[in-house]
């Protein structure tokens, strides 16, 4: 285990980022030249991405308070600055515990056979060895007797992120296989996402020659044909994060092909055909939203688009202050103008304790059923039985 670091800081927005990074690898090996082709479009950070960055931010100041490898009173000082921030929430401690739960639990996990493993936060992890260039910085590494973990957290709430055969973890375990089984001997592969959001968390397990041997297949030439602007684009849901993906022209015509499908001259579709549409259907929308999203920007530069203006969006009224409005009221004699309402779920669990709500509210509590969700096969929730299914039977 590393000393107490006397002068750590958590700083995740102006870390590097390499062109071929880990975290866009399922892009650049699906279509590799998009990376070229992006080069013309700059990083627009998203409130999504700066939130992201924050509670990433959060578990590796949890992490180095459970590992002690900072010393105390800068670490408090880098958490009163990191609950002093407008992304700070209840919600947002409860995720990165839920991170920093898993984290521990897996540490512990590897010490029951290697009482002093190497444990890395934030490491910085170089596979340029395979992929010119190549580095990424790993959330959590823990380098035991023959076994390697990686440990990736993930805030986003919109699309679930599975660890089997993830290209961004793949590289992280390849980087840390190169830098580490010279003294480490690894033989066991595991790497984990924590998607608290979305009650996710999954594991994939590899060998190391499994995992060399898509390096050196997979993962080189598709490097050398990103970085030399070659190969065939491929458009599918990997696009989603392309910084040219409001106008490339690839994914346009993919999205396209929908509506020159060659459906039977019929008055209604068939069931084929709609099951032909339903796995594009999904990215269609998204398409259109992000086409939307560019051509809404461009007009805002002072573009016109024929046929369509730009105007505001409908709003609901409110309070330019609350104290203002009671002070007003109350001076008006008015005294109906409060509700009271029960404490959410969490909140109340956090005012009363985990324990006593365990004890007292518990049998109060229960997960309503969720609504039907068709979804593709590849969902990793079981399927619900239909009523028509369950009448069969
Ligand atoms: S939008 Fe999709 S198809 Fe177009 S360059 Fe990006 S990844 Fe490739």
Redesign the pocket.
Known sequence: MSEVNAAHEVDHAHRAHAMLSASSAH?WLE?P??VR?SEQFADQPTVFSEEGTYLHELCELKLHRFLGDVAPDILEAQFRAHKDNDFYSEEAEAVTDEYVQFCVETIEAVRASCPDPLILVEHRLDYSEIVPDGFGTGDLLIVGDGVLEIIDFKGGRGVRVEADRNPQLMLYALAGLLEFDPLYDIRTIRMSIVQPRLNNTSSYEITPDALLSWAQNEVAPAAILALEGKGE???GE??RF?K??HT?R??SEYYMELARRDFKEADLLTDEEIADILPMAQNLAKWVEDLMAYATAQAEKGKTWPGYKLVASVTKRKYTNDADVIRVCTEAGYTNIYKTSLLGISDLEKAIGKKAFQEIVGPYVFKPEGTPELVPLSDRRKPISSAETDFAE
């Open positions: 892009r279509c030249p998009s082709l684009y491929k458009a990997h696009c392309c040219a993906r490339c690839k994914r």
